[in-house]
């Protein structure tokens, strides 16, 4: 059983800083944190899922303070502005966390609704007078469902002197506050853009107003104010130019960047009177801001932290300025004197206990503690690295393809992997191995769930060593934590793998399941998988081929200082005794084939289109109720192959479908063998910290003719449909990554590229960032696992909705797979377009995103084709070898 380490408040020192409502300065901690648990570090799934236990966000990241402090210092020396930012479970609260981070001065202090009672609340607002404002984040459901809302409207009504902003959620609670109806928007909005107009008041100063002013918006809301309901004490400030809303391509039509404010602060901006406003937006418009006319309380229906609002971070900039101005009148015009006592930060909230609840009444934690305060494993190694490199070899010997069959594919390559950039113009590196070495281990893990004994959380451990010999552990904490501790209980030294061109030099290779996302913050599995929950290998000996330089690096890892490893010798001389040959090719003939539907190829859908497209309407449904933005809606296919050549099958797909993040992976005591053609990544880290993300979202395919391909990839390229798809995930992978990023740091620099393949188009975004020093790399995984464009957002509920309509575990579909290096970098895929043969059994899955101006028959459409490429490879695959066995059986009867 794991070790678990109790945290007293005692233990940790909490920054607190000047601001405009506390007067003093105490000194800034030299430790940051992020959501740091109030009670114990390790908590079991009982008390994570059904008892739930709630997390609070300290300021983060001091290092990075330190590192970029001009960047984050206010101008002309203005005070810091401290924020309570209340997350309502959203996947865009920090977005919002990094814009306030930049713009005060210092990270806000975010905790969950339902972390603080009033109470507390008021103690640390009023007594201890620990912030200056306070912003609400935008989030799922509707402010009059109080599990949805928690602590935010007692806010609303109780703070009369405290500077509220409120965004989307956050800003219908504050019209729901003031007596104002919340109804169905004309039509659901996510992902798509308006142009706005405004009155001119604080929050939109020097941002322009109305029609072809650059101000567009990025709005996620399916609800609304209605406008004829507000009350006296409700102000209109903002509401849409017309009822029209835009793509993200009608910006970079006009030439219009986010956040470019400050070359147009000149425009003139919109000074039509509140008197009008209602008459405007009676008129077909959209509310989109209000405030209230006595209280420091504003809001704003759109979303300004999203990538592709103008003028996003002026709108904060401005709500720190009014925060400022607020504070100074309070001294300039009270008499009183107000004198708050030195604090330490939160050293009572550490130790708050929570009230326990049930299980289907409160969700979990949507992202458990970052920080790593767990003690590594006792057991600590310190492993050198060796390796060898040939120039040029790779071609001279057939590739990797021949490499691969003639290092490791006999015995019907058993315990073997290989990460393939079979898609060379995409992928530089692909990486290979099998079991033999001394240190080589494999890692088998499987969730627990209600229906075992031992636990309703955790899972179960088996260990196999290189000599065979298997061990069974119980692991409270689970697999995830268990890998970061096994990470950082190994020592090297950096000068091994100096010259080596990429950053897998030996480490954990294998999966993530997608039902691992209840370690990452997900309340339950519904369903449970049939496969392993996790599989790796500890890969002590690996050849790599660099597809640019046709170079062969061979590289082993051995305990302190033992002798140089037998098997790079070994290796070395197998190499140089290979010859191209024919193992290039299939030893099956393949002749090709028609294109097949799913049941023409004998495969069988676990919903049938009727199903798969009533499910469709049933996510429009949510989505138009507020509960999500985008639901990534996934089905399987499945087909009984019976005895393969999974090898030489595996090498078919890649012939057929070649990608630059696929991968053959075999665990035959599992019965398992993964055969992917992945074009997706999910999460990278590389040796210089930097995190980068490459969420798909928007797949047409390809065409038969040349002009005909390039109006397909045009259709893509310009599909408001796509664009609004891609925008959402971009949106939540930065939110992602900047919860385990410095401050400033994540930026997208490439946004809706279309890239093709083989057999599809595909919209592709690049999100990058550079991780936070006290960030392990499982910590950046536990961040953004499941990928986001597997999910939709806001990712915990869409995760919740997404369980109780599909109705089988995805497994390995939808999880990861790739590697952890020793040496703390990582690289890991999206499991698409992959083949998973378990037991006999081969299984496709598939999906799409649904989003409100999805149609249930295109969504079908496009799930199918998704399957297009493994389906097809399958059914030719066995019609090549059924073929080849035919001719075979009548050559042997001619020569009887």
């Known amino acids: 059983m794991e070790s678990t380490r109790t945290i007293l408040s005692s233990e940790l020192k909490f920054p607190c800083f000047k601001g405009l409502h506390c007067r003093d300065l105490n000194e800034v901690a030299t430790k940051s944190f992020l959501r740091v648990k109030k009670d114990n570090v390790q908590v079991s799934k009982h008390q994570a899922g059904k008892s739930f236990v709630s997390s609070l966000l300290v300021p983060a990241q001091s290092e990075g303070l330190s590192k970029g402090k001009k960047q984050l210092e206010v101008a002309n020396g203005n005070e810091i502005v401290r924020t309570l930012l209340i997350d309502n479970y959203d996947s865009y609260t920090y977005n919002v966390y990094q814009e306030l981070s930049i713009v005060n001065g210092v990270p806000p202090v975010v905790v969950y609704n339902d972390d603080l009672t009033w109470e507390e609340v008021y103690h640390y607002l009023y007594e201890e007078k620990a912030f200056d404002n306070v912003v609400i ?54 992902g798509r853009l308006s142009e706005l107009e405004h009155n001119g008041c604080s929050l939109f100063d020097d941002i322009p107003s109305g029609p072809n002013s650059g101000f567009k918006v990025v709005r996620y809301h399916s609800l609304v104010i209605d406008a004829k309901t507000l009350s006296q004490e409700l102000v209109p400030i903002a509401w849409t130019s017309s009822s029209d809303a835009l793509s993200y391509l009608e910006i970079q039509k006009s030439g219009e960047s986010p956040d470019a404010y400050e070359s147009q602060m000149g425009q003139k901006r919109g000074n039509s009177s509140p008197s009008s406003h209602s008459e405007k937006i009676q008129n077909g418009k959209i509310l989109m801001g209000i405030m209230h006319c006595t209280r420091p309380h504003y809001g704003v229906q759109f979303h300004p932290e999203s990538i592709g609002t103008a003028y996003g971070r ?293 919903k049938s289109m009727e199903q798969y497209m009533k499910d469709v309407k049933q996510c429009l449904q ?52 993964i055969c992917s053609s992945s074009p997706e990544r999910f999460l990278k880290l590389d040796e210089n910290g930097m995190l980068e993300a490459k969420p798909i979202k928007g797949t047409v395919p390809r065409g038969s003719a040349k002009e005909a391909d390039e109006q397909l990839k045009q259709k893509l390229q310009c599909s408001e449909k796509d664009q609004a798809e891609n925008l959402m995930i971009v949106d939540l992978l930065r939110n992602n990554l900047g919860r385990v990023c410095e401050v400033g740091s994540v930026h997208v620099p490439l946004l809706m590229d279309v890239e093709s393949y083989t057999t599809v188009h595909t919209m592709v975004s690049t999100i990058r960032g550079k991780k936070d020093s006290t960030m392990s790399p499982v910590d950046c995984v536990r961040a953004a696992f499941p990928g986001g464009s597997m999910t939709g ?15 089988s575990s995805r497994g390995i579909y939808s999880g990861s797979i790739g590697f952890f290096s020793y040496n703390q970098t990582f690289d890991l895929n999206i499991v698409i377009r992959t083949v998973v043969i378990h037991e006999g059994e081969a299984s496709v899955g598939a999906g799409g995103a649904i989003i409100a101006l999805s149609d249930p028959a295109g969504e079908h459409e496009e799930m199918i084709l998704k399957t297009r490429a493994p389906v097809n490879a399958v059914a030719s695959y066995q019609k090549g070898a059924a073929s080849n066995e035919k001719n075979s059986d009548s050559e042997l009867q001619s020569e009887e």
């Open 137 to 190: 984040s935008p989030g799922p459901g509707t402010p009059s469902r109080p599990e949805d809302i928690g602590i935010c409207l007692r806010l609303l009504r109780e703070c009369k002197d405290i500077p509220i902003l409120g965004v989307c959620l956050g800003y219908e609670a504050l019209g729901h506050v003031h007596g104002a109806e919340i109804v169905h928007a004309p039509e659901p909005i996510h």
């Open 314 to 606: 002026k709108i904060f900039k401005n709500f720190r300025e009014i925060t400022q101005d607020y504070w100074l009148r309070k001294i300039l015009f009270s008499n009183e004197r107000r004198e708050p006592r030195s604090i330490r930060l939160f050293k009572d909230l550490l130790g708050h206990r929570r009230l326990v609840h049930n299980a289907g009444e409160r969700r979990s934690s949507s992202f458990p503690s970052l920080l790593n305060l767990s003690l590594p494993s006792s057991d600590v190694k310190f492993l050198n690295l060796e390796w060898r490199k040939f120039n040029g070899l790779a071609g001279q010997v057939g590739g990797s393809r021949n490499i691969f069959c003639e290092l490791f594919g006999g015995n019907n390559a058993e315990y073997t992997f290989w990460l393939d950039s079979a898609s060379t113009e995409r992928g530089r590196f692909s990486f290979m191995g099998a079991k033999g070495g001394s240190l080589w281990k494999q890692f088998t893990f499987r969730l627990s769930h209600k229906s075992d004994t031992a636990s309703e959380g955790g899972g179960h451990l088996s260990i196999e060593d290189s000599q065979g010999s298997i061990t069974n552990t119980f692991l409270e904490g689970g697999f995830l934590e268990f890998l970061n501790k096994e990470l950082l209980s190994i020592r090297y030294d950096k000068r091994d793998y100096e010259g080596l061109p990429f950053a897998f030099h030996g480490g954990y290779v294998g999966y993530l399941g997608y039902d691992l996302k209840v370690e990452c913050g997900a309340a339950f599995n519904r369903h449970k998988s049939k496969t392993p929950d996790a599989c790796f290998f500890f890969a002590d000996n690996i050849v790599v081929i660099d597809h640019h330089y046709d170079d062969v690096y061979i590289l082993s890892l051995h305990e302190g200082s033992t002798a140089t490893p037998a098997w790079l010798d070994e290796t070395e001389k197998r190499l140089l005794g290979l010859k191209a040959s024919d193992t290039n090719k299939s030893e099956v003939s393949m002749s090709l084939t028609a294109t097949l539907s799913p049941s023409e190829a004998g495969f069988l859908a676990d």
């Open 622 to 673: 949510f989505i138009k109720d507020g509960e999500s933005y985008e639901l990534c809606l996934t089905s399987q296919l499945r087909k009984r192959i019976g005895e393969m050549d999974l090898l030489d099958f595996y090498l078919h797909l890649r012939e057929k479908n070649p990608a630059p993040f696929a991968a053959w992976l075999n665990f035959p005591k599992e019965k398992l063998c």
């Open 793 to 807: 957002a806001p990712k915990l509920r869409s995760m919740e909705l997404l369980d109780s309509i599909e109705s």
